[in-house]
Each structure stands twice: as C-alpha cells, then as structure tokens.
C-alpha cells in the first residue's frame, strides 16, 4: 500500500506542515510541525517503517506504537507531555503530541552542566507527583531517564518545569491486551525490571531514584562497560554515597535518594505521596542549599495550598493550575488590599498571615489563612456591585494568591468549578455568621 499520509517531499506529514526536524532514533523520528486547524505547534513522533518490516522486532515497535496512541487525550496534567492524536498509518504510524521547546534533563547530566540541589530535587517533587498521576490512571511508564524528562528554562538557564514523555513502553494495568515486560533503559531499570516481574509504581519511584542521582552525581548509580556487568551491579552492588560525589551533599539528601534507588521494592518509598513528600521536606527543613536566583519553589506554594481550606476539594492537578496561574504577591502591615468605593478587579485568598474588615471605620471581621477577599469581582454580574463597601487592611504580614476574571478564565472548566465551590462555602459560612450575630449580639461580642 503506498504511504498516502506521510509526504516528506511536500513537508507534510498528514495534515500537518513540517517545520524542521527534532531528532531520530533508530525506531522513530521526532518533527516539529504546525497543526493549522488548533493554531497550535506540536511534536510529532514517527515509527520508522524500516523497523515495522522487521519479521522478530516489528510486531514489538507496533506495540510500543499502540500503547501510546491508546493514552490519546487521556493524560491531563500540567507535568505531563498532553498525547493530541494518533494514526495507525499501515506503512509509518505517528503520534501526534505537545510541543516542548527547550531540552530534556539529560543535558544536566554532564559534570559540567549540573543543576544547582535545590533546583534538582523540585525536579524531582513534580516528577514525583506527575508520576503519581500517571499511576492513579492504572499506568507505570517503565522508562523513566532523564532523556525522557523535557526541561523547561528560562534566560538565566534555570529548570522552571519539567514534563513527563515518551509513553511508549507504558504498562497498562487496566488494558486485556497483551503486553511486553523486560522494557526499559537498563542505567535506571529496577531489580525486578531485570526479571521480567509485573512491576508496580515502585520500580518507576527506582528509576526517578536513578534519575537524581544521575543529576545530582554527574553520573548514574551504576557503570560498566558491558550489559552483563551493569546488571550485576544493579542486583548486588550499592550506589556510592551521594554526600562523596558532589560538594553540599547532605546526608538526608543521600537517605532520601538511596531509599528509592533500594534493591527489594518494599525497602522503598510504599507510593508517590511518599516519595513527593520526603522530596520536599529536604526543602521545607532547608536540608538543600538555595540558589541565589530562586525564589519560593513551586513545590512549596503547592504543599501550602494543600494546607489551606479554600483548596480542600481540590485535586493535585487543578492544585498545579493555580500554583502557575496565580499571582503570588507578600503585604506588609497596613497595607490596604481594597478601599471603599474602589472597583475590585482581583480577588485574593489568603495563603498565610491576616487581614481585617472595616466598615465606616468600624472593625466587622477578622480574616486568616484559607479563606478569601474581593471574590465579588469574579462573581457579581455587573460593574457596580464589584464596587468595595469596605476597606480590607493587613493586620499580619500576608501572603495572598490573587486572581482577575480574565485570569480565571486560563483555568480548566474543572479547576473553575472547584472555585465555584469554594466561593460558595466560604459564603455560606459568613450568611451564617451574619444571621448569628444578629440572633445572639451579645454571645458573638
């Protein structure tokens, strides 16, 4: 059968225009190209047909291929590479996928390229917690390394974001079909990767261990110079100590990062949470040096958000949305976030300190962490009722995170119903409060 979608010489690859080439492999090449209908660039991964010709190997690579062409629009989140298409072109299938402009984390695996520690173990938390995603949909990746972590700077070279791709060796745990085990790159393959056991989240936890300590080291845990080798050290040897590798090391680091990478699967981290919580203790209890660009990490503003009440209904991934969609901005005391008669633009929840409520000079209410202010300019239906009848001042130095209607709009329509929500609570519980301070003046007093 001629290969009627793929059109290398016109610089299409079905209906999508060809910008330039990414990269290739010896099973697939990678094209950017520009999807016309979405008004969108995407990346588009292509099987070589070479390889599905193969009488042993290409029944295995049409696998790989139907594996991440079933995961088609099925992966939403903001650390995960989003799979927007997929066509099961007889002569060379191709996957349709977002486009991530920058690199992948192998870059900063060499000894001259390495991530600062604090830098490298936020890279781990939101790994860790969009694996642990990946994992809540019935699916283990099996081949977690750091050229498929795509890494997002900005000018000063810094990691600002990592997402999770190349799901073509993903174990389904939900699918009847037949599936093939011994799938990996051996550096960062767990023990019973190895032996062909049905694994669980613990071995991709292993090969995030490895991961690390590959950005971490400026090497893998394990070297040699032939495969047998390799995998006996993967069976019987110990990484050596993080804490002899790279100066600044603490040993919490080296526990945290040797607790994933241990031999038997119940001597690690029992799940994601687990592992994403250990991550981001070695920042909270500033077990990791801070860099002297970084400011608040996105991990930290996450783990705050899941403390507060507002986000309590809230899943990690819409918890995600708002850590990039918010403006987070500090007050000192006094400073005033609304006056009377001004129209409110912005609504802010109070993430940490207080702010209190006066009407005609009087003090009416006491605002702390987890609830919110100003929601009016995101709900009133008109100008004139989004116009403040109070003043809203800082009584406790306060963190705020702070959104515009047009800024709420970004959400996902899950993210704003959870809002929605939210709103309504916190309404409630001041109807409420309201209709007891005027049932009982004196008990509220």
Not at 98 to 118: A, I, K, M, N, S
Not at 274 to 292: D, M, N, Y
Not at 295 to 323: I, M, P, Q, Y
Not at 378 to 406: C, G, K, M, Q, W
């Amino acid at each position: 059968m001629d290969d009627i979608d793929i059109d290398l010489d016109n610089g299409l690859i079905g209906k999508y225009r060809i910008t330039k080439k990414l990269g290739d492999g010896a099973t697939s090449e990678v094209f950017l190209c520009r999807d016309d209908f979405h008004d969108r660039d995407v990346a588009i991964k292509r099987v070589r047909s070479s390889v599905l010709i193969d009488a042993v190997d290409g029944p295995v690579y049409a696998r790989f291929f139907a594996a991440e062409a079933a995961l088609v629009g099925r992966l939403q989140h903001p650390n995960v590479v989003h799979i927007y298409d997929a066509v099961p072109d007889p002569v060379s299938p191709y996957v349709v996928m977002e486009y991530v402009p920058g690199t992948t984390l192998r870059t900063f695996c060499r000894p001259d390229q390495l991530l600062p520690l604090d830098q490298i173990i936020e890279v781990g938390f939101k790994c860790a917690m969009a694996l642990g995603y990946v994992y809540r949909q019935g699916l283990i990746h099996r081949d977690v390394k750091p050229a498929n972590i795509l890494a997002i700077t900005n000018e000063a070279g810094q990691v600002v974001d990592v997402k999770i791709s190349d799901f073509g060796s993903v174990l389904n745990l939900t699918a009847e079909s037949t599936q093939i085990h011994q799938v990996g790159s051996l550096a960062y393959m767990a023990p019973e990767q190895l032996d062909g056991e049905t694994p669980d989240c613990r071995a991709d936890i292993y090969g995030l261990g490895a991961v690390l300590y590959h950005l971490i080291a400026g090497r893998p845990p394990f070297e040699a110079s032939s495969q047998a080798v390799l995998m006996n050290q993967i069976y019987n040897q110990m990484p050596a100590p993080l804490s002899g590798m790279r100066a600044g090391v603490d040993t919490a680091v080296d526990e945290v990062v040797m607790r994933a990478l241990a031999k038997n699967r119940d001597d690690r981290y029992p799940s994601w949470d687990a592992f994403a919580q250990a991550l981001s203790g070695l920042i909270a209890e500033h077990k990791v040096p801070r860099g002297h660009l970084q400011g608040v990490l996105d991990s930290e503003r996450f783990n705050l958000l899941r403390t507060l009440d507002f986000f309590s209904n809230f899943g990690d991934v819409e918890l995600w949305e708002v850590v990039h969609r918010a403006k987070w901005q500090r007050f000192s005391f006094g400073h005033a976030l609304y006056r009377r008669g001004e129209e409110g633009r912005t609504f802010h929840i109070i993430a940490q300190g207080s702010v209190e409520v006066y009407r005609s000079s009087k003090r009416v209410a006491l605002l702390g962490a987890g609830t919110s202010v100003g929601e009016m300019a995101y709900l009133a239906p008109n100008p004139e009722l989004r116009r403040h009848s109070t003043d809203v001042v800082v009584t406790e130095p306060a963190t705020t995170i702070s959104f515009t209607p047009d800024t709420m709009q970004q959400l996902s329509p899950t993210c704003r119903h959870l809002f929605d929500e939210a709103f309504i609570r916190v309404l409630v519980r001041r109807l409420h409060a309201a209709h007891e301070a005027l049932a009982h003046p004196r008990r509220i007093m």
